[in-house]
């Protein structure tokens, strides 16, 4: 079984302050995992995915996240926090193989951003 | 051009009525899926469909019953709604790959409030 775990129900951060949200998996064979966004009363939008390529992952928006199976996290940053980050950002994890394709998605991070 | 679109955004209905939340998408995409979002933000899958086949069913109620008439829709029947049933539902669409590394698309989600 696969699952993830996002250390944080809730963040803040300062406009303009690094952002780090946790994200660690469990997975019995080799993942993908993905980070989504969603903004209020919205569906869910791709920011980044990691698919067994770099490790280090770029996405949309000026995100990032950095897959490190020693410690089986893939968290989510940003160096600097604009007040249009402010959502509900979601981990997930994913076997990848037929028959199973769906995603288990981690409990959410709400991030609020401080003037 | 909406990529996955549903309708209707908003439901509200009484329990014991008969309602159906219907999905399109126009990506050209072979997989489609419904996740329940509950109060707490929690996403979990519920349906996939692989064209027009039923690939997961996770041990959703029998009261919930999927349709997809072609692999641009799939649409979600629910009988007999319980209070419990109030959520958000998302549809979302992928391309199967030989690897499965492409994310999924999400529409806007479907709130269905039951009174």
């Known amino acids: 079984a696969q699952s993830v775990t996002q250390l944080g129900s809730h963040v803040s951060v300062s406009e303009g302050a690094l952002v780090l949200l946790r994200c660690n998996y469990s997975?019995?064979?080799?993942?993908?995992l993905f980070w989504y966004v969603q903004y209020p009363n919205q569906g869910l939008q791709l920011l980044l995915k990691?698919?067994?390529?770099?490790?280090l992952v770029k996405g949309i928006n000026g995100f990032e996240a950095e897959f490190k199976k020693s410690e089986t996290s893939f968290h989510l940053t940003k160096p600097s926090a604009h007040m249009s980050d402010a959502a509900e950002y979601f981990c997930a994890v994913s076997r990848g193989d037929f028959g199973n394709e769906k995603l288990t998605f981690g409990t959410g991070t709400r991030l609020t951003i401080i003037p | 051009d909406t990529a996955v679109s549903q309708t209707p955004k908003y439901l509200v209905t009484q329990m014991g009525n008969d309602k159906s939340i219907k999905c399109e998408q126009n990506?050209?995409?072979?997989?489609m899926y419904w996740y329940k979002q509950d109060s707490k933000k929690f996403l979990k899958i519920m349906f996939s469909y692989n064209n027009k086949e039923l690939i997961i069913n996770e041990t959703v109620p029998n009261r919930f019953s999927p349709k997809s008439p072609d692999k641009a829709h799939l649409n979600l029947h629910i009988n007999s709604l319980e209070l419990g049933d109030s959520a958000v539902y998302f549809c979302?669409?992928?391309?199967?790959?030989?690897?499965?590394?492409?994310?999924?698309?999400f529409g806007q989600g479907t709130r269905l409030t039951v009174v």
């Open positions: 997975s019995s064979v080799p993942p993908y």
């Open positions: 990691y698919t067994s390529a770099a490790t």
């Open positions: 990506l050209g995409h072979d997989t």
């Open positions: 979302a669409s992928s391309q199967r790959t030989r690897t499965w590394n492409t994310e999924a698309f």
